[in-house]
Each structure stands twice: as structure tokens, then as C-alpha cells.
């Protein structure tokens, strides 16, 4: 068969995970397709290759993203080229609109097909990227099953794929085992804290976590995920202002998010995992004040956790910017772990994303429709 060449962006680390077992998939039905652009290790395990370093993609907010405009302009200077030279066979963008959406742009000048894998949330904000999503992508493969009323309403070529966390999610301890591992006493609660994958999420977010934590008793074992891609150097500064005994943890997310009792999880890709896993938690966000301001003028639903946007209900307690301090975070703790009425409850609505995410496996699905596309 013809070889063939496709061209991927994928500038979070969510992203790189999602990409990645697609591309797995894929290389187990084709071995004639070439996969470059942008991507992280993830994918780079599964034969991808990068045209850029990965860590330079990993800005979030309207100040931080200013700041990185003359790199991102070079980028989609080097991508026109490559369009213009060589152009791939296929394009694949994975969530990161900011990017994605002018690419998109660019590929459709250039006649080259696009799937638009994990969709920005337009719903929530900057609702007329759908009618762009309609121009300028040939098939949309989404994720979270409401929004396919969306692309009805507008004809727009789509497949719900399922949501791929219910592949990428693998508990390989049992508590037992988690416990022992981690030297973790099994008759004490567990509390854990997730800050962030992002260095800006770090400097804002953990500082309010450990801060929670200093109000705190013994009676708890309090536990921090470390992400293997923020700085060390920051994270240890950081973390090293509390004198509490607490065990941080790399690459132990999934069971983490399984045994602890209760999480406090920066806003993101973390919180539907959690949710998925049922663990009862509570959702945190703190950016820039100006990008936070910014954002608040054009955000047009009232919830940030993806867990509460899906099932839509208030699920799980969020607390957003101005009320993301220790003694918020510390009270919620108390509160829910007090509450046994309530606790159970948001575990058991929790357990409800199950069948709300369906039961397609996601790089099948997105494989199939990548095969079409290349009429392979």
C-alpha cells in the first residue's frame, strides 16, 4: 500500500496521552502511515515523531499565552510551509483550540482533510468556533456525549468515539498494596492532592493546598501527586514550607485517585478521571487575575468541573479564584468527610459517568474513522 503521512498537534499533556493510544491502535491496523507534528513522549513511544519540543506548548491563560505569541507565530509559520511543501495526507487536532483552530484554518487553504479529535468546549464559551468547526474540519470525533446535539443542529460530519480515560485508566495496586508501597497506614483517612500538570498551576495552586494542609491534624495521611512535568526545583521550594508529613507521589495518579478517601484536584483533565473512578472530591481553580476576569466575561455556563458539566448537576463542591485559599479548601474537607449522607451520594452520582461516557472504545472508534479518511 501507498504510504501515507499524518500530521498531529497535540500541545497538553492530556492531549499526548489521548493521541497516543489512538496511535497505538493505529499502528497495530496500518504500518504505511508516517505520524509527525506536534506531540509529547507519550505518542513519541508509539513512533511519532516531533517537530518541536514538547514543553514549549504547555502555557495556559489569555497573559501567559501573550507571552508566548512570537513562538507560536513561528510555529504556524513552520506548519504553513510544511502544508505548502509537502503537504500531509490527513491532519488530526487533539483539543488545544488556541493553536488548533488557526491550523485547522490553514490545512483547509491547503485542500487537506482535517479530524478534529476532542473538540474545544464552545458550549462553555466562544460559541462561534462551531460555525469554524463547520468550515474548516471534514469529521469531528467528540467526547462528552451532549455536545452531539450541537453538531446536528449545524450538519456538521461527527462521531461520538466514547471517552478515552475509560482505556487509559489502569489501577495496577489495590489499596493493600498501594498502602504498603507508600508506607501508608490503612487505618488512618487519606487525603490527596492534586495541583496541577503545568508550572503556572503549581505556583498558583499548591501554595493554597499546602496551606489546607497546615490546618489539618494527624489523623490524616495527606498525600500530593507530583506531575513529571512541572520543575522539581519548584515543586520541592514549594512543598518545603510545611513541616506536616506528607508523601508525594509521581506516576501513581489513577491510584491515588482510587484509594484515597478524598481529593482536592485542580480543574482540568484530573477531575473527570476522578470522577470516573468514583472517588468523592473537590475541584479547585485559581489563575491570573486578568485572565480570570477576562474569562469571566465570556464564560457562559456557571460550572468549571467537567464532572458537573456532564451529568449537569452539582456534584462535586468547586471553588473558583478568590475562594481557592486553605481555610476554604480545609473547610470543604471537613465538611464532606463529616457527612456521611453526603459523601455517599456524590459517590454514587459519580458512579453515573460510567454509562453517561458510553462503552465505545475511543481508539477504535477514532482509528476507523482515521482509516476512511486516508480511504485506507
Known amino acids: 500500500m501507498t504510504s501515507k503521512r499524518i500530521f498531529w498537534i497535540a500541545g497538553e499533556n492530556s492531549g499526548d496521552l489521548h493521541a497516543s493510544v489512538v496511535l497505538k491502535e493505529l499502528n497495530k491496523q496500518l504500518d504505511n502511515v508516517e505520524n509527525f507534528g506536534i506531540g ?9 515523531k516531533a517537530i518541536y519540543p514538547f514543553d514549549r506548548f504547555s502555557v495556559m491563560g489569555f497573559v501567559e499565552v501573550v507571552k508566548h505569541l512570537a513562538f507560536f507565530l513561528e510555529v504556524e509559520k513552520n506548519i504553513k510551509t510544511i502544508f505548502q511543501s509537502n503537504p500531509p495526507d ?7 483550540p488556541g493553536l488548533n483552530m488557526r491550523i485547522a484554518k490553514l490545512a483547509k487553504r ?25 468550515k474548516y ?27 478515552p480515560i ?12 498501594f498502602a504498603a508501597e507508600n508506607d501508608l497506614d490503612l487505618n488512618k483517612k487519606w487525603l490527596g492532592f492534586l495541583p496541577g500538570s503545568r508550572d503556572t498551576e503549581i505556583k498558583k495552586m499548591l501554595p493554597e493546598f499546602i496551606n489546607s494542609i497546615e490546618l489539618l491534624t494527624d489523623d490524616y495521611e495527606l498525600i500530593v501527586s507530583q506531575a513529571s512535568s512541572v520543575s522539581t ?31 482536592v ?31 469571566k466575561r465570556f464564560i457562559k455556563i456557571d460550572k468549571i468541573g467537567l464532572p458537573n458539566i456532564v451529568i449537569e448537576k452539582d456534584i462535586v463542591p468547586e471553588l473558583i479564584q478568590y475562594n481557592v ?11 464532606l468527610l463529616s457527612d456521611e449522607k453526603k459523601y455517599n451520594k456524590i459517590r454514587n452520582e459519580l458512579h453515573a459517568l460510567h454509562d453517561i461516557l458510553g462503552s465505545k472504545t475511543t481508539s477504535t472508534e477514532v482509528t476507523g474513522i482515521i482509516r476512511n479518511m486516508l480511504n485506507e
Not at 90 to 96: F, G, H, K, Q, T
Not at 168 to 174: D, G, M, N, Q, R
Not at 271 to 293: D, H, R, V
Open 233 to 263: 526545583e519548584l515543586f520541592d521550594k514549594i512543598i518545603g514550607k510545611t513541616e506536616k508529613e506528607v508523601k508525594i507521589l509521581k506516576n501513581m495518579n489513577y491510584e491515588m485517585m482510587k484509594h484515597c478517601d478524598l481529593l
Open 265 to 295: 484536584v485542580t480543574s482540568g483533565t484530573a477531575t473527570i478521571e476522578t470522577a470516573f473512578l468514583g472517588t468523592p472530591f473537590i475541584i479547585a481553580y485559581k489563575t491570573s487575575n486578568i485572565s480570570y476576569q477576562i474569562g
Open 166 to 177: 475509560s482505556e487509559e485508566i489502569v489501577i495496577k495496586l489495590s489499596r493493600e498494596e
Open 137 to 163: 474540519t471534514d469529521h469531528i470525533a467528540y467526547i462528552l456525549p451532549f455536545e452531539g446535539k450541537y453538531f446536528s443542529k449545524h450538519n456538521i460530519e461527527a462521531s461520538f468515539v466514547g471517552h
Open 110 to 134: 491547503y485542500n487537506i482533510p482535517v479530524l478534529y479529535f476532542i473538540v474545544p468546549q464552545f458550549w462553555a464559551w466562544k460559541y462561534k468556533r462551531i460555525f469554524k468547526l463547520q
Open 40 to 48: 509529547g513522549d507519550k505518542m513519541a513511544s508509539q513512533g511519532f
Open 325 to 335: 485559599n486553605g481555610q476554604n479548601i480545609y473547610a470543604n474537607i471537613i465538611k
Open 90 to 96: 490527513l491532519v488530526v487536532l487533539v483539543d488545544y
